[in-house]
Nanobody, 123 residues
Framework: QVQLVESGGGLVQAGGSLRLSCAAS????????MGWFRQAPGKEREFVAA????????SYADSVKGRFTISRDNAKNTVYLQMNSLKPEDTAVYYC????????????????WGQGTQVTVSS
């Protein structure tokens, strides 16, 4: 089993940057594909980015492509989400998730979820 703890959220002005981190406990972090999702008030949770076990494959939602970068450090059991050029519409609770497969991009494929970290972008 994997436990996930997100950090790095906060309040930032539009155009600013934040880096989210997700630390995983337990063994064999490198056996899990990882993803980031977000949920804005009154909206359903949506896919943001995904990364394969090795980090060699990544994908992004169209709304964040070119602004966000997902990466992982298997030696530190951590996955990151670098967010640049932030917009007010990026305001949401951001969740990381782990999937017991090489690569996953759909919510239902993910087995473990963190509790989320709030990101608020002011205009």
């Amino acid at each position: 089993q994997v436990q996930l703890v997100e950090s790095g959220g906060g309040l930032v002005q539009a155009g600013g940057s934040l880096r989210l981190s997700c630390a995983a406990s337990g063994r064999a972090f490198s056996r899990y594909a990882m993803g980031w999702f977000r949920q804005a008030p009154g909206k359903e949770r949506e896919f943001v980015a995904a990364i394969s076990r090795s980090g060699g494959r990544t994908s992004y939602a169209d709304s964040v492509k070119g602004r966000f970068t997902i990466s992982r450090d298997n030696a530190k059991n951590t996955v990151y989400l670098q967010m640049n050029s932030l917009k007010p519409e990026d305001t949401a609770v951001y969740y990381c998730a782990a999937c017991r497969d090489y690569y996953c991009s759909r919510q239902y494929e993910y087995d473990y979820w963190g509790q989320g970290t709030q990101v608020t972008v002011s205009s």
